[in-house]
């Protein structure tokens, strides 16, 4: 099992390294040359603000990183947040971390395909904080002051209506309808992070995402992306997009994930 780990600062490598972790440094800083990062071949480094970690999967996929059948399992996580055996656990250390930080593929996998994070649950997000981040939406909606709140509500109050309805028409046909009914349900699966059986299955997923990101950055390409919840747009519509992909086209599983930061 090969298990990226994507970080923004160029510290704990020797740590990501014990934990049999194989560090990747993104964004603006300048890592030491021990690190992998998504530069150099074919890239889209400079689109890191907006796209997140997906100018890594970018990276990897352009420039066949991952050989074929060279690992049987290939996953992501971050500097944050990692795949353990446990969940619910405070870890204060890399120590406590590698006692419980997952280290080979379960002997539940075996008949599924692709893990993805625990999900978290949306039931009811506070009217106050609605009102604030849009009222605007609210007012569209006005049942969402009243009822329990769905992956589209949350998307349309925080991100916008406007991108997530035009990101949805760009989608392949075949999508569109069965996502839409996913963007109704409440079960976030978060951090665009997930654990493929193998490259096949990963390259399947980049040869549909990628597409469908650059036909929504040319859409957008006049907006104002400004701010956290503009600026990452591509990133969230990938965190929500590629969970219902690997549902709807492979057999899925779950696995905890743990936050430990080092401070």
């Not at 490598?13 to 530069?39: A, C, H, I, M």
Request: charge should be positive; aromatic fraction near 20%; include cysteine.
């Amino acid at each position: 099992m090969k298990i990226f780990c994507i970080s923004i600062f160029d510290k704990d490598y020797e740590q990501y390294k014990k934990l049999n972790l194989v560090p990747v440094g993104l964004g603006n800083t300048n890592f030491s040359n021990t690190w992998l990062t998504d530069k150099g071949g074919k890239n889209i480094s400079q689109k890191n603000l907006f796209f997140g970690e997906y100018t890594f999967h970018y990276y990897l996929w352009k420039n066949k990183k991952i050989k074929l059948k060279t690992y049987n399992w290939i996953g992501f996580c971050s500097y944050r947040r990692f795949w353990t055996y446990k969940e619910g656990l405070r870890i204060q250390s890399f120590n406590n971390l590698k006692n419980i930080i997952l280290k080979k593929p379960q002997n539940s996998w075996k008949n599924f395909d692709v893990i993805l994070g625990k999900p978290l649950k949306f039931n009811k997000i506070k009217n106050i904080k609605l009102i604030k981040q849009n009222i605007f939406e609210v007012l569209k909606k006005p049942s969402m002051l009243f009822q329990k709140n769905s992956l589209e509500d949350q998307f349309r109050v925080f991100h916008g209506s406007f991108y997530l309805d035009n990101a949805i028409e760009l989608l392949p046909k075949k999508y569109r309808k069965d996502f839409k009914t996913f963007m109704g349900g409440h079960l976030l699966y978060p951090y665009n992070m997930f654990i493929c059986r193998n490259n096949k299955i990963l390259f399947k997923f980049y040869e549909e995402i990628f597409p469908w990101l650059f036909a929504c950055e040319k859409k957008f390409r006049n907006t104002n992306l400004i701010g956290y919840n503009k600026v990452r747009i591509y990133g969230f519509l990938a965190e929500r997009f590629m969970p219902f992909w690997f549902m709807k086209n492979y057999r899925t599983t779950t696995c905890p994930i743990t936050f430990f930061e080092n401070r």
